[in-house]
């Protein structure tokens, strides 16, 4: 609540302890995988059985090739690091 509460009052935004809390619920994996379930995803690839995979950090690793996880490090590195998905390598 507090982070999400730090996020809307930087975007603006003035919601109220229920709005929030309502935001935090229907965002959570869980709920987004059940609504793709039901009613679909519009942005799930055509070529993907679906969008929301597993929602455990690091599966990216197993669902990807070796060469994909090589690619998509190169590529963000930078990023990753920052955000604390890779370890700085030395």
Do not use: N
Request: hydrophobic share 45%.
């Amino acid at each position: 609540m507090r982070s999400f509460g730090r996020l809307a009052g930087f975007l603006r935004l003035c919601p109220s302890a229920g709005q929030l809390r309502r935001a935090i619920e229907t965002s959570s994996f869980e709920e987004l995988a059940e609504q793709e379930q039901r009613a679909g995803f519009v942005e799930r690839p055509t070529t993907a059985e679906r969008f929301f995979h597993a929602g455990r950090a690091g599966q990216w690793r197993k669902a990807l090739s070796a060469d994909q996880v090589k690619a998509v490090i190169a590529a963000h590195a930078p990023m990753m690091m920052r955000f604390g998905y890779l370890e700085a390598v030395c």
